[in-house]
């Protein structure tokens, strides 16, 4: 039936064109941002988990950054216990050196004392970041002798979370320790067995105390190097904790490389994709103007019925 009140044809083909115009807009949005899912209303879940996902992994990014620091404190550490222990092996070359028949110990203590600085100078530097785990004092309240670096950020299948950390006992790395007793490693005192006997420790030693023999610089000697003995295991240590933090901070990364790539895979558009989609869409859409102009010709077949 032809009619000039319902003209069925041109609703039709506008509805079609409506359509056309509204997937031309979506995919021309899509290529314009780059994402399939740009807002919740794309696809609601996929939008949730990514924003959550985006949101785990700047936490990850943070807990690099705390990794970069806490290798860093660490190796300010290793320095100042590897400078330590050349220092306190030239210590104790001084005192085998003062064990020889007739030489002048004054002279030798007068280099020993002068290395015993160092060795204050060298703790006493070796901070980062307003720490110190060489130069410590353990009788202030709060003080701790373990180090935590924080190493990952976890989300569990409940969407709890939780900070996991890389645990450092500094005991064996301390060099002075203000409390006292002194229990650092070159202040803890020990005494010699000889004529002289003394009770001193590495920081402190005198070979020019009267009464000094043989046996009490044997003594020196010997605590001198099981002090060396400590050093080499403590920045040994140290060097283990750094690798830890390394290799630590190599997998976050390479997990936050991971999160990206899902992240990409449930919002990102396929360009290829889209722009063939558009191209069809507007073929469809020049084709679906077409028909609309026909349609709305319609009216003018009926008029020429009237015509005589």
């Not at 046996?215 to 403590?234: E, F, H, P, R």
């Amino acid at each position: 039936m032809s009619s000039i009140l319902t003209n069925t044809a041109a609703m039709t083909a506008l509805k079609s064109l409506q359509i056309t115009n509204k997937s031309i807009e979506t995919t021309q949005a899509r290529i314009s941002t780059g994402k399939q899912v740009a807002e919740a209303s794309d696809n609601a879940a996929y939008w949730s988990i990514a924003t959550t996902m985006r949101s785990d992994s700047s936490a990850l990014s943070t807990v690099q950054d705390a990794l970069g620091l806490g290798a860093a404190k660490v190796d300010v550490a290793y320095t100042g216990i590897n400078s330590a222990l050349d220092v306190v092996d030239e210590i104790k070359s001084k005192l085998v050196a003062a064990s020889e028949p007739g030489v002048d110990r004054s002279k030798i203590q007068s280099e020993i004392s002068e290395l015993q600085n160092q060795l204050t100078s060298i703790s006493e530097s070796a901070t980062f970041s307003g720490e110190n785990w060489l130069s410590v004092d353990s009788s202030v309240a709060g003080y701790s002798a373990t180090k935590s670096v924080v190493a990952s950020f976890n989300r569990a299948s409940d969407g709890t979370v939780s900070l996991a950390t890389i645990d450092i006992d500094t005991t064996t790395t301390v060099l002075f320790d203000a409390n006292a007793a002194g229990t650092g490693l070159l202040d803890t005192n020990f005494t010699t067995t000889g004529a002289g006997a003394v009770t001193t420790n590495v920081a402190t030693l005198d070979i020019t105390v009267a009464g000094l023999d043989d046996t009490d610089l044997a003594d020196m000697i010997s605590n001198v190097d099981a002090t060396l003995q400590a050093l080499t295991t403590s920045a040994s240590d140290l060097g283990t904790s750094k690798k830890r933090i390394n290799l630590q901070s190599t997998f976050v990364g390479d997990l936050m490389d991971a999160i990206e790539r899902g992240i990409g895979k449930l919002v990102d558009a396929d360009m290829t994709e889209e722009s063939t989609r558009l191209q069809a869409l507007q073929v469809q859409q020049q084709l679906g103007v077409q028909s609309l102009s026909i349609a709305n010709g319609n009216a003018q077949t009926i008029l020429s019925l009237f015509q005589g």
